[in-house]
């Protein structure tokens, strides 16, 4: 079994930065993404680490950064250039696909709790 653990939402004016973290329990684990849901919206992906690539959606590419500690067991999203349409909850998720799509929520078998990402204007 493995647990997520996710902290660093919070407040944060347009144009600034945040950095969330998700440490994992257990096992390590080979493809770890973050997704994000906004109120009445999908869940959708942002960013995705596999095999020494990384991935991200084309919203955030050259904004945000995934990277990942192994020896922690935690993977980290650096956010920067922050804008009112990037507040949401942030779910790290684990155990993604080892191959093929990874875009998918449906393809992670575990999740974190969400943190609350909130951009004013």
């Known amino acids: 079994q493995v647990q997520l653990v996710e902290s660093g939402g919070g407040l944060v004016q347009a144009g600034g930065s945040l950095r969330l973290s998700c440490a994992a329990s257990g096992r390590s684990i080979y493809t770890r993404g973050w997704f994000r849901q906004a109120p009445g919206k999908e869940r959708e992906f942002v960013a995705a680490?596999?095999?020494?690539?990384?991935y991200y959606a084309d919203s955030v590419k050259g904004r945000f950064t995934i990277s990942r500690d192994n020896a922690k067991n935690t993977v980290y999203l650096q956010m920067n250039s922050l804008k009112p349409e990037d507040a949401a909850v942030y779910y790290c998720?684990?155990?993604?696909?080892?191959?093929?799509?990874?875009?998918?929520?449906?393809?992670?078998?575990?999740w974190g709790q969400g943190t609350q990402v909130t951009v004013s204007s």
């Open positions: 998720a684990a155990d993604g696909p080892r191959g093929g799509n990874l875009y998918s929520p449906a393809a992670y078998a575990y």
């Open positions: 680490t596999r095999g020494g690539n990384n």
